[in-house]
């Protein structure tokens, strides 16, 4: 169950190969030798960058987006390639005819690797690199559901590198290899295994420390900020295929004095050959300025401007003291137990209610139809529901499978906010239709 972050990551990352095949990483049957599976893509769409308020003019522009996927397995894959959009209409006066934002600093050359991944959560070391769309630290109550793309005008690799020794097991994350920006880790201690060596359930009792350093000088100038956490976990129940937990921690924001928050809660992961779910329920006291969750879905939009009536940096606003509760469920699920990544279902929901009037809200969800040939995802994110200055933010895709799948029609659109030199948020939105091709071997 501990190498789910691993799974939906890279499935982010891989195509929904349509048809009976086994998917990249899959195996052909019980027993057979694995090789290197590859996967070569290339989508030609027009997209077109719309302003949501009457002020400025729309843009156009011709994409074009080369993918190359080669997978050897769970420790070994790599997937390159990246968006290059050519001007057809609009813009500024001068304006290139390649879209200027996109590779206009040395962190958004950071978007040619779309994932590399070196071992496993099950390895003694494990690397991966490349975007992060969903990433959460360990513990998660600083990082949580973070997506280092948020921002229109940013495209970084990020990556995180985990490793076990004897009863400590460590994660360590940056969001931008290229640049000096959100960086941190969590180290967990397995207290079974200190006391009376290795059982046969590992991190049965943990404990574990986090801390997390934003610099705040890649991808716009913001305020920097830290938080620490400590927390405990014990697994209660286990069955084949069946866990339960109950957890709870303390943390807060080292030279911020009165800047802290508790949380204690219980989750259940559930394993079976069609379904995969997760599920977490937290309650959480904040006071002075702390929040768990701090590092969230919105935090590359919000380190400018934060959800709420007043319109300050996420590192200087103020937070009212109060409590939440937190929920989260995961689910994956398929009909026909594939055996590799494809699922007919996937369901991502997070919902934080808080004591003074405030809801949070980030939720996606994909499904597959008609034998996987059409395959549709939707995402929404709502920030600061019930309070002056709501952010509401959300996309949708479709991508629909012709001619033995080896074609495919696609479009999307959605909403975006693009962050302004003086800390304000832009709104727009695009809206983009298309046609791709790829072939697997």
Not at 119 to 136: C, E, I, K, N, R
Request: hydrophobic residues 40%; contains cysteine; glycine residues 16%.
């Amino acid at each position: 169950m501990e190498c789910r972050r691993w799974v939906v990551l890279w499935l982010g990352l891989l195509p929904a190969l349509g048809g009976a095949a086994p998917s990249p990483g899959s195996e052909d049957s019980p027993g057979a030798e694995r090789s290197v599976y590859s996967l070569m893509r290339l989508e030609v769409t027009t997209l077109t960058l719309l302003p949501r308020t009457w002020a400025g003019a729309d843009e156009g522009f011709a994409q074009v987006e080369p993918t190359l996927i080669l997978d050897g397995g769970p420790e070994l894959g790599v997937s390159l390639g990246a968006p290059v959009r050519l001007r057809l209409w609009g813009g500024e006066k001068g304006a290139g005819r390649f879209r200027r934002e996109d590779w206009d600093s040395l962190s958004d050359w950071g978007q040619l690797v779309r994932a590399l991944k070196l071992g496993s959560d099950q390895s003694p070391v494990g690397v991966w690199l490349g975007a992060l769309g969903d990433y959460s630290l360990l513990s998660a109550h600083l990082v949580r559901r973070y997506s280092n793309r948020t921002n229109p005008d940013y495209h970084p690799a990020g990556g995180f590198l985990t490793g076990t020794l004897g009863p400590l097991y460590t994660e360590a994350f940056v969001s931008d290899v290229l640049g000096a920006r959100l960086m941190g880790a969590e180290l967990a201690l397995d207290v079974q295994h200190l006391l009376f060596g290795r059982g046969r359930e590992a991190g049965r009792y943990t404990l574990a420390v986090s801390a997390v350093h934003d610099w705040g000088r890649a991808g716009g100038r913001a305020p920097g900020v830290t938080l620490a956490h400590v927390d405990g976990t014990a697994v209660v129940l286990t069955r084949p295929g069946l866990e339960a937990h109950l957890l709870m921690g303390w943390g807060g924001r080292p030279g911020e004095g009165g800047a802290w928050g508790a949380v204690v809660g219980a989750g259940a992961d559930a394993v079976t050959p069609t379904l995969d779910l997760s599920l977490r329920l937290e309650v959480r006291r904040q006071h002075g300025g702390f929040r768990q969750g701090f590092f969230g879905p919105d935090y590359e939009l919000a380190r400018f401007q934060a959800a709420g009536p007043v319109g300050a940096p996420l590192a200087t606003a103020s937070f009212p003291d109060g409590y939440s509760l937190q929920g989260e469920a995961r689910a994956g699920w398929d009909a026909v137990s594939y055996g590799g990544l494809q699922r007919h279902l996937a369901l991502s929901l997070s919902v934080e209610a808080f004591s003074w009037g405030r809801v949070d809200v980030d939720g996606r969800v994909a499904v597959q139809l008609l034998g996987r040939d059409l395959e549709v995802a939707l995402k929404g994110l709502g920030m600061g529901l019930g309070q002056p200055g709501a952010r509401y933010l959300g996309a949708a895709e479709a991508r629909w499978r012709v001619f033995a799948g080896k074609l495919y029609v696609m479009g999307t659109g959605g909403t975006l906010l693009f962050p302004e030199g003086d800390g304000t948020l832009r709104p727009g939105a695009f809206v983009s239709a298309g046609l791709g091709v790829d072939s697997a071997r």
